[in-house]
């Protein structure tokens, strides 16, 4: 009797992921959608979102995350941003191959353009335009980083600093051998260099993706895959396209002493069984997670325990592209940027296709669309491809067919500006700026 029960769950189980997989399948494989060349929800995306300046480094970032200026009290006084990228991109990519060259370094930058400088008259002056003196991205010199040591960097955070203090910041590497995790400090007073800490590695750490931080000493990181590209592409391949829900996510806590031998003092699977898990964010207050199962087509929302990070499942949302970062905004409204068309992005890889398209959504949980329309301006309405959420709010913030910024991997929406800072794996400039 149990047997039976459990068998009839196993089916009715394998039934939902078939047909969530294949609308992935419809939705992010096989149609490809008429978009515009570019649709921002705030404006005309063509005027409105301008790329960095051209560089030959600046180009195929995967992440962005801002770093915070808080003072003692916690008050906002200046958000910057952080990217990485890996202009070397094309000849290494240990998720979705090529594993042909490791040597390049990738880089780190920080953008900030809301800076205030004061000038020699005396005034005041705010970095407003990418084109402004003061608001170039700096490319960040990687100091006391190992001789030889590859950096690819993917997934970033930086912790706020407090007062001016300095904030530890933690890098995914996709080095030559095995992913690591770097751990560097950025301080306010000299942000044109990045100090290299350590190299966190562990054997858990098979497949890092992305990071949210907990406190300066702890954070989430996903793994995206069980079965590497590096341990077998035949078997990553299958992992992704079946959508097999073999992925985790780990909580890592570390002895805040530099000159420890033991840096990892533990790790534990918060959030097993998900597909292909990729970019994690934490809400403002810290009692909500967001993980993003990129093969699935949807996010899972955790509630968390502040004290124990432990997550419990609480709700899920179907998206009609393949996620990929995600990240809260200050109102807890869910950032997710993805692909819509799988191939066009591989066919980039291999210069096959010029761009690949870009999509980016928020998400935000409490009431579902019910019988209104929903998403109705943009040119792909999110309605045409999937059901309406029951349990979210979703609302195209970006949409493009690659022209504005190619193979979209994060959003971030500044609350404050109004700014949604986009960036593009295989773009160059790899990170266009919105501005309403
Ligand atoms: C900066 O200050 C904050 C708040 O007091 C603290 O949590 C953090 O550990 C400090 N950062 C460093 C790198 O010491
Ligand atoms: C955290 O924020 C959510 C709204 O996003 C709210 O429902 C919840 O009560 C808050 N929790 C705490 C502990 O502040
Ligand atoms: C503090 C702030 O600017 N809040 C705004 C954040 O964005 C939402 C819309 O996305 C506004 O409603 C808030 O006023």
Not at 45 to 74: I, R, S, V, Y
Not at 149 to 161: E, T, W
Request: glycine share 6%; with cysteine; charged share 20%.
């Amino acid at each position: 009797m149990v047997l039976k029960r459990a068998f009839q769950l196993l089916v009715i189980a394998t039934s939902v992921v078939v047909y969530r997989s294949q609308l992935t399948v419809k939705n992010s494989i096989i149609r490809q959608h008429p978009f515009t060349s570019g649709y921002y929800a705030e404006g005309d995306a063509n005027t409105q979102c301008q790329p960095m300046p051209e560089d030959p480094q600046l180009k195929f970032c995967e992440d962005l995350t801002f770093w915070d200026l808080l003072d003692h009290t916690g008050t906002l006084q200046e958000r910057k941003v952080l990217f990485s990228c890996d202009a070397n991109r094309k000849n290494w990519n240990t998720v979705m191959g090529p594993l042909r060259d490791p040597k390049p370094r990738g880089s780190l930058w920080l953008y900030s353009p809301h800076e205030t400088v004061q000038e020699e008259a005396g005034s005041i002056f705010e970095a407003k335009t990418p084109d402004a003196p003061h608001a170039k991205p700096v490319k960040l010199t990687l100091e006391g980083y190992p001789e030889g040591h590859d950096f690819h960097p993917l997934g970033v955070k930086v912790y706020p600093s407090y007062g001016r203090n300095a904030s530890n910041v933690y890098v995914v590497n996709h080095a030559r051998h095995h992913s690591v995790i770097e751990q560097f400090v950025l301080s306010p007073d000299a942000p044109t260099s990045i100090r290299y800490v350590r190299t966190l590695d562990s054997p858990s750490f098979v497949s890092p993706n992305a990071l949210a931080l907990t406190s300066p000493d702890s954070f989430y990181v996903t793994n995206d895959h069980l079965f590497t590209r590096r341990f077998s592409g035949a078997f990553a391949i299958v992992e992704t396209m079946l959508g097999l829900p073999f992925s985790y996510t780990e909580h890592v806590v570390l002895d805040p002493s530099p000159f420890t031998t033991q840096p990892i003092r533990s790790t534990e699977k918060v959030a097993r069984f998900v597909a292909f898990s990729n970019g994690i964010s934490i809400s403002a207050n810290g009692t909500l997670v967001a993980i993003a199962s990129t093969s699935l087509s949807r996010i899972h929302f955790y509630t968390r325990d502040p004290t124990t990070n432990t997550l419990a499942p609480r709700t899920t949302v179907s998206l009609p592209f393949l996620p990929d970062n995600i990240d809260f905004d200050d109102e807890d409204n869910l950032i997710v940027a993805g692909h819509p068309h799988f191939p066009t992005l591989t066919k980039v890889v291999i210069d096959k296709a010029p761009y690949a398209p870009g999509w980016v959504m928020s998400v935000t949980l409490g009431e579902g669309h019910g019988r209104t329309k929903w998403d109705a301006d943009a040119p792909v309405s999110a309605s045409s491809l999937i059901p309406a959420p029951k349990n979210a709010k979703l609302r195209t913030l970006l949409q493009t067919d690659g022209q504005v910024i190619s193979g979209t991997t994060t959003g971030l929406y500044d609350n404050h500006s109004g700014e949604l800072y986009v960036a593009g794996l295989y773009a160059a400039p790899g990170v266009v700026v919105c501005k309403p």
